[in-house]
C-alpha cells in the first residue's frame, strides 16, 4: 500500500535530478538484459 505513495513522491521530489551511476564493485555477478547471468570478464574468481 505505501509503495505507490513512495513511488509518487520520490518521482515528484527528485524530477529533473540526474541520474548518478555507480561503478559495479568487482566479483559482484550481475543479470543482462537478456537474464544471462554472467561474471564481469576482468573478476578472476
Do not use: F
Not at 12 to 24: C, D, I
Request: net charge positive; proline share 11%; with cysteine.
Amino acid at each position: 500500500m505505501a509503495l505507490p505513495i513512495w513511488t509518487g513522491y520520490m518521482q515528484a521530489v527528485l524530477k529533473g535530478v540526474p541520474v548518478q551511476e555507480r561503478p559495479v564493485p568487482e566479483g559482484i555477478i550481475k543479470a543482462g538484459d537478456d537474464g544471462k547471468i554472467r561474471r564481469k570478464p576482468e573478476c578472476k574468481a
